[in-house]
């Protein structure tokens, strides 16, 4: 099975940062692409930014060049720095991993628990 743990969510004031962690663990053979999605109340969830094991980043347009994605393969653990945050930011944000249990296998989609982001003044 493949755990995913967020953390890093927070209260924050509009124009301010956070950085969000995840880190997959358990018993697995690669974790391939990783994600970042957010829903907030009312909404459906959305892809706020993806990367794969290369480091080929994709992002929302709401987002660009105001959150970063990265990783660091070697800690299955994915980053997103959030810069110059906006009330519309304000969303429980999920980490998301397609992981592969065995060598054999195909990837499976796995779900963080969730993380609150909250931009208010």
């Known amino acids: 099975q493949v755990q995913l743990v967020e953390s890093g969510g927070g209260l924050v004031q509009p124009g301010e940062s956070l950085r969000l962690s995840c880190t997959a663990s358990?018993?697995?053979?690669?974790?391939?692409?990783m994600a970042w999605y957010r829903q907030s109340p009312g909404k459906q969830r959305e892809l706020v930014a993806s990367?794969?094991?290369?480091?080929?980043?994709n992002y929302a347009d709401a987002v660009k060049g105001r959150f970063t994605i990265s990783r660091d393969n070697a800690k299955n653990t994915v980053y997103l720095q959030m810069n110059s945050l906006e009330p519309e930011d304000t969303a429980v944000y999920y980490c998301?991993?397609?992981?592969?249990?065995?060598?054999?296998?195909?990837?499976?989609?796995?779900w963080g628990q969730g993380t609150q982001v909250t931009v208010s003044s």
């Open positions: 990367i794969t094991t290369a480091g080929s980043a």
């Open positions: 358990g018993t697995f053979f690669r974790v391939n692409t």
């Open positions: 998301h991993a397609n992981a592969r249990r065995f060598s054999y296998t195909s990837g499976l989609i796995y």
